[in-house]
C-alpha cells in the first residue's frame, strides 16, 4: 500500500507541476504574441462591453458553434456543463469543512458523470463517422477522448458501481496538499481514474485542450471593431514607428 501511496503521491505532483507550469507558459505565449491586425470576427462589437458579452456568449453558451452545428453544439455544451459540476464536486476532498454550496451540488455533480459521458461518446462518434472530421483527427484527439472516457467512466463505477472509502482517499488527498502522505484505497476503479486524471493533466498543455485559456486570447474574438475610430498599432510596430521618427530627425 506505501508503494502505491508513493507513487500516486509523487505522480500527482508531477502532474500539477507539469500542468501549471505547462499552461502558464502557453498563456504567456498568447499575451506576448503581437496582433498587427484588426480581425475581428464580424458582426463584431464596437465597445469593450461588447467584447465582454460575446466572450461570455462563446465561454458559457458556445454561440458560435451553435450557429455551426447543432449536434455538435448538443453533444459539446453537455459535455462542458456536465465537467464543470463534476469538477466543481470534486471540491469536497480538497477543503474542510466542506462549502455550503459544494455541499448543495453533491447529488447534481453525482449524477453529471453520466451527462459527461454521453457527451464524450457523441463527440467520439462524430470523429469516427463524419468524413471530413475523420480526415483531419489525429491521434491525438482520440487520445483525449479516451482519457476523458475512462476518467468519466471510472469515477461512476466509484459512485455507483465498486464504492470507494471516500474518507480514506479524502484523507490521502489532504496529505498530498499537506506533504503527510496517508495511504490510499487501493480501489483498482480509482487507481486507474487517477492515473487518466494525472496523465491528462500532463498532456494538457501540449493538446488542443488549451482552447479553454486560448479562447481570452483570440484576436478573432477579443478585439473591438473600431478601426476608423481608433488606430491599432501593435507594440513592436509602435516600437519601430519610433525609431523611424528619431532617426528622421
Not at 21 to 49: C, D, E, N, S
Amino acid at each position: 500500500m506505501w508503494f502505491l501511496t508513493g507513487f500516486f503521491a509523487l505522480f500527482f505532483y508531477l502532474a500539477v507541476i507539469i500542468f501549471v507550469a505547462g499552461v502558464g507558459f502557453k498563456i504567456y505565449q498568447y499575451i506576448r504574441t503581437p496582433a498587427p491586425l484588426k480581425i475581428p470576427t464580424m458582426p463584431a462589437p464596437l465597445t469593450r462591453t461588447g467584447v465582454g458579452v460575446r466572450l461570455f456568449s462563446e465561454v458559457v453558451l458556445f454561440k458560435s458553434l451553435f450557429r455551426a452545428n447543432k449536434w455538435i453544439w448538443l453533444f459539446g455544451w453537455i459535455f462542458h456543463f456536465a465537467l464543470l459540476l463534476v469538477l466543481l464536486r470534486h471540491l469536497r476532498y480538497f477543503i474542510d469543512p466542506v462549502w455550503w454550496w459544494v455541499a448543495l451540488i453533491q447529488p447534481f455533480g453525482k449524477y453529471a458523470a453520466f451527462a459527461m459521458i454521453l457527451g464524450l461518446v457523441g463527440l467520439l462518434v462524430r470523429r469516427i463517422t463524419v468524413e471530413r472530421i475523420r480526415y483531419i483527427s489525429n491521434p491525438s484527439d482520440y487520445l483525449m477522448l479516451a482519457l476523458l472516457l475512462i476518467i468519466g467512466i471510472s469515477g461512476a463505477m466509484m459512485t455507483f458501481v465498486a464504492h470507494t472509502d471516500i474518507m480514506q482517499f479524502k484523507a490521502f488527498v489532504r496529505g498530498m496538499m499537506t506533504f503527510s502522505w496517508q495511504p490510499i484505497p487501493t480501489d483498482p476503479a480509482l487507481l486507474l481514474h487517477l492515473a487518466a486524471v494525472f496523465l491528462l493533466m500532463i498532456v494538457f498543455p501540449y493538446s488542443k485542450l488549451l482552447h479553454a485559456p486560448g479562447i481570452f486570447f483570440s484576436p478573432s474574438r477579443n478585439q473591438v471593431d473600431n478601426p476608423r475610430e481608433k488606430r491599432h498599432l501593435a507594440p513592436w510596430a509602435a516600437e519601430m514607428e519610433k525609431a523611424e521618427r528619431s532617426s528622421d530627425s
